[in-house]
């Protein structure tokens, strides 16, 4: 078997800023002897490619042995860890709060008690605004042992005392904060797994993490648990479709997050995310003002490091396909794809499996709604092909491959409808994922790809009353974000296209 190749090294270097890449030079040149120079010329042939080629970068660069690259690779990689690290020193607030720790355990080492207290206590100042908890307490413990090695009988135990009662308050909020963690997760859990809670089971679960006690009356302490229990909240409405209920709380988090200069510039993505879900929050309640105010904010994050600008470039182009899919300009929405495409190449190291696969989904709906089912069919195969496709993003596949069953039967390939429908029922069936709209959607389809032509527009009739049927209903509406299945059907009963139908719906 071949040697696994890593692109650790070369995300790595694609990572820096022009300044972070000056500043290793620097480092390089005067922590590497001998080599030195070798070591930057691996470093900059790297920095120019596009994509990782090692074979192209052992036949380009003679100075490079293959059978030492491997080693040559790891020693790089170490060398520009150690260089950022030194680079970042001072520069965030939590590099400064391990560097006065660092410090002040240089100065406990050397009996300089009183100095290393002095910087302890600006640590612990410093991890409080951060709200650092578990450093905290780590200062505090040091606090402790210098005390002991000072001991004073007048004053030591009142003092060590009072340290005690701060380690036990500060363990107390952290579970509080951990516990608000937990249940954050655990809806997300259910979001994650089926983005609209249609399954019994997960209505269940998101009921009971709504009933936990904490869960009733926001909290005021730490930032941490309001952000908790606010995401949790902002969760449970999205999955339930309840989306004014959702961008009140999403509202609340980016104020929140706006309000923490000092813990955001240590987060930028958690101010991303929290970004992201409120542009998703307006653009579903069509808050089109404050959407493009938002946006503004996301697209300040465009000169950050490779891995922001890849996210802002997700989010910011998945929130404009998705707008061009609600209001029906799917014109528009198609001539993104080639963006996408470029975009996708571009990024591909940095973009989340999850927005790989909402663009495939959306970039194909854009197409289905400009009646171009061959391009769509391009699209959506780029997603039910993917390798990761189906736990990232579980709901979107299940509905990629109603969609592509749709694709199909307007392509006219009933012999792909026929099987593909016997293999995602199978499929859906063993899941217990067989719900109302995947019934109608498979009965309308098994009898309209054998149906004369003076049947089929009955059935096509009875199709759209089914779907109107099932939307009407709100716990099944949720079904419907991610594909409008009832405009593809009315569709066909109207006589007008779904573009037509979308845009009359806005006004």
């Known amino acids: 078997m071949g040697r696994k190749i890593s692109p650790d090294l070369f995300q790595l270097i694609q990572s820096m800023k022009q300044a972070e890449k000056r500043y290793f030079k620097i480092f390089s040149r005067r922590h590497t002897i001998g080599e030195g120079n070798n070591y930057l010329a691996l470093f900059d042939a790297i920095g120019r490619q596009k994509t990782y080629d090692e074979k192209a970068l052992l036949q380009e660069n003679r100075f490079l042995r293959p059978s ?52 302890l206590a600006s640590a612990k100042k410093l991890a409080l605004k951060l709200e650092k908890g578990l450093v905290y307490i780590d200062c505090l413990e040091r606090e402790k042992k210098i005390e002991l090695l000072l001991f004073n009988l007048k004053t030591s135990p009142a003092w060590l005392d009072a340290i005690n009662r701060e380690i036990e308050r500060t363990t107390a909020q952290l579970a509080v904060d951990q516990a608000y963690g937990r249940l954050s997760e655990e809806m997300y859990f259910i979001l994650v797994s089926e983005t609209y809670v249609r399954s019994e089971k997960n209505t269940l679960r998101s009921k009971k993490i709504m009933s936990h006690p904490l869960m009733k009356t926001p909290p005021t302490a730490s930032l941490r648990s309001r952000f908790n229990f606010h995401r949790t909240h902002s969760l449970y409405y999205y999955i339930s479709a309840d989306f004014r209920r959702y961008y009140e709380h999403c509202k609340v988090i980016a104020d929140l997050l706006g309000q923490h200069p000092a813990v955001l510039s240590e987060s930028p993505k958690a101010h991303i995310v929290a970004l992201q879900n409120l542009l998703i929050a307006q653009k579903n309640l069509r808050l089109y003002d404050e959407l493009f105010v938002t946006l503004k904010h996301l697209k300040k994050f465009e000169s950050g490091p490779i891995d922001i600008r890849a996210q802002v470039f997700a989010i910011a182009h998945d929130i404009e396909l998705t707008i061009y899919i609600d209001t029906g300009q799917f014109e528009k929405g198609a001539l993104l794809a080639g963006t996408i495409s470029r975009g996708l190449d ?162």
């Not at 009739?461 to 409008?484: V, Y």
């Open 68 to 119: 030492l690259f491997p080693d040559q690779k790891h020693h790089l990689y170490n060398l520009v860890l150690r260089a950022m690290a030194t680079y970042a020193c001072g520069k965030t607030a939590d590099s400064e709060l391990h560097f006065l720790l660092d410090c002040a355990e240089v100065l406990h080492k050397k009996g300089l008690y009183l100095q290393a207290r002095k910087l």
């Open 346 to 507: 571009q990024y591909k190291e940095y973009i989340s499996p999850s927005h790989e696969l909402l663009f495939y989904f959306n970039v194909a709906y854009n197409f289905i709604g400009c009646g171009n089912y061959r391009k769509a069919l391009t699209w959506l195969n780029k997603m039910v092909n993917h390798p990761k496709a189906h736990s990232a993003l579980p709901f979107v596949f299940h509905m990629a491959h109603l969609v592509l069953l749709i694709v199909h039967y307007e392509l006219g390939n009933t012999d792909l409808v026929e099987y593909r429908m016997r293999t995602v029922a199978k499929t859906f069936s063993k899941k217990h994922e067989l719900y109302d709209l995947e019934n109608v959607l498979f009965a309308f389809l098994s009898k309209a790809v054998i149906a004369e032509p003076k049947t089929l527009g009955q059935l096509r009739k009875k199709l759209f009353r089914d779907l109107d049927n099932l939307h009407a209903d709100p716990e099944k509406r949720g079904a419907f974000f991610t594909f409008d299945f009832l405009a593809w059907a009315e569709s066909f009963v109207s006589g007008r296209t779904m573009s037509e139908i979308l845009q009359n719906r806005e006004h």
